[in-house]
C-alpha cells in the first residue's frame, strides 16, 4: 500500500486528499517531510523533479480554487537518510539548495531521517551539514527521538540553529537546555501515537512534553508518517493528548498558535493565520456554549 504512494496518479490524489484534510479541519498551512524523487510514471521511471513540483502546484492551485478563508500554502521539508555517506548527504544538500532557488515557494526546510541510536549521530555529520551554505534552507531537525541519555542530538541541534524539533523525547535529561530553547523560540513537534507505536513512550499519561509544556516551551501536537499508519488530520493525536496527557482546551490553543509560529512562513502570513484561527476558535467555542448551556 505504501509503494502506491510512489506512483504518480496515486500520488496525485493522495496529496489532494490530504489537501482537503487540512482544509476541512481548518488547517491552511501544511509542512512535510519527503524525499523527491521517487515518484514514478506509467512506465515505472523516475518523474523528473519538476514535474513532481508541478503535482504540488496544481494541487495547491486547485484547493485555493475553493472558497476559502485565506490562501493555502504548502512546504516541503527535504528528508536526507542520516546513515548515507558524507559524499551523499553533500549531493543531496546541493540538490535541495538547487531545489529551494528554483522553488522558493515549495521547499522550505531540510532534515534528517533515521534511527537516532543506530544511525549516525549529528555530531558525526555536523562536518558535512555545515556545508548548507543557504540561509534560506534552515535546518528541522528530528532530535532526541530516544530515551538515551547519551543520545546528545538536541544538543548538536541546537548548536546547528534547528528552527524547529521533532519528538525531543529525550529533552527531560537535559533540563539546562530548557531555557536556551525558550530563549530560541523554538517549537518542538510532539507526536504521542507515534511515540507510543515506536515504545519510545510505553504511557502517554508519562509523556515528557506534559512538563515541556507546563514549564512554558513551546509544542505543538502532530501526526507522524499519515501514509505509514493511514491516518487523516490530527484527530486521532489531539483526542489521546486530552484522553491521557489530560491537556484541555487552553492547552490546545496553545498548541495551536505553536504550530504557527513554528512555521517556515513570514511573519506576515504568520499574523493572517493566527487571526483567521482566532476567529475560528471563537466561534468554536460560542457553538459549545449556545449548545450546552
Not at 531555557?179 to 507510543?196: D, M, Y
Request: with cysteine.
Amino acid at each position: 500500500m505504501l509503494f502506491s504512494y510512489f506512483f504518480k496518479e496515486f500520488d496525485k490524489q493522495y496529496i489532494r486528499n490530504t489537501f482537503i484534510q487540512c482544509i476541512e479541519d481548518k488547517q491552511f498551512r501544511l509542512e512535510t517531510r519527503l524525499t523527491p524523487g521517487k515518484i514514478r510514471d506509467e512506465n515505472f521511471d523516475i518523474i523528473s523533479l519538476d514535474e513532481e513540483m508541478l503535482i504540488y502546484q496544481e494541487e495547491i492551485k486547485f484547493i485555493n480554487s475553493l472558497n476559502l478563508q485565506t490562501k493555502f500554502t504548502f512546504g516541503i521539508i527535504v528528508e536526507l537518510i542520516r546513515n548515507k555517506s558524507d559524499d551523499f548527504i553533500f549531493s543531496k544538500i546541493n540538490e535541495s539548495i538547487s531545489s529551494r532557488a528554483k522553488y522558493p515557494d515549495l521547499i522550505c526546510g531540510i532534515d534528517f531521517s533515521g534511527d537516532e541510536n543506530n544511525f549516525r549521530s549529528f555530531k558525526d555529520l555536523t562536518p558535512v551539514m555545515l556545508k548548507n551554505t543557504d540561509n534560506n534552507l534552515p535546518w528541522i531537525l528530528h532530535c532526541g527521538e530516544t530515551i538515551k541519555a547519551k543520545n546528545y542530538n538536541l544538543i548538536d541541534g541546537l548548536l546547528l540553529n534547528t528552527k524547529r524539533s521533532g519528538h525531543c523525547i529525550n529533552l527531560f535529561k537535559f533540563g539546562y537546555l530548557y531555557e536556551k530553547i525558550k530563549n530560541k523560540n523554538i517549537v518542538l513537534e510532539i507526536n504521542p501515537i507515534s511515540n507510543q507505536t515506536l515504545r519510545q513512550v510505553r504511557d502517554l499519561r508519562l509523556h515528557p512534553c506534559i512538563g515541556y509544556h507546563n514549564l512554558g516551551i513551546k509544542c505543538c501536537i502532530n501526526c507522524d508518517d499519515p501514509t505509514l499508519y493511514n491516518t487523516k488530520g490530527n484527530n486521532y493525536d489531539y483526542f489521546v493528548s486530552a484522553a491521557a496527557m489530560e491537556f484541555d482546551l487552553v492547552d490546545f490553543k496553545c498548541f495551536k498558535l505553536n504550530s504557527i509560529d513554528g512555521a517556515i512562513i513570514s511573519e506576515e502570513v504568520k499574523n493572517e493565520y493566527k487571526n483567521i484561527f482566532l476567529k475560528n476558535w471563537d466561534e468554536f467555542l460560542d457553538y459549545f456554549i449556545n449548545k450546552y448551556q
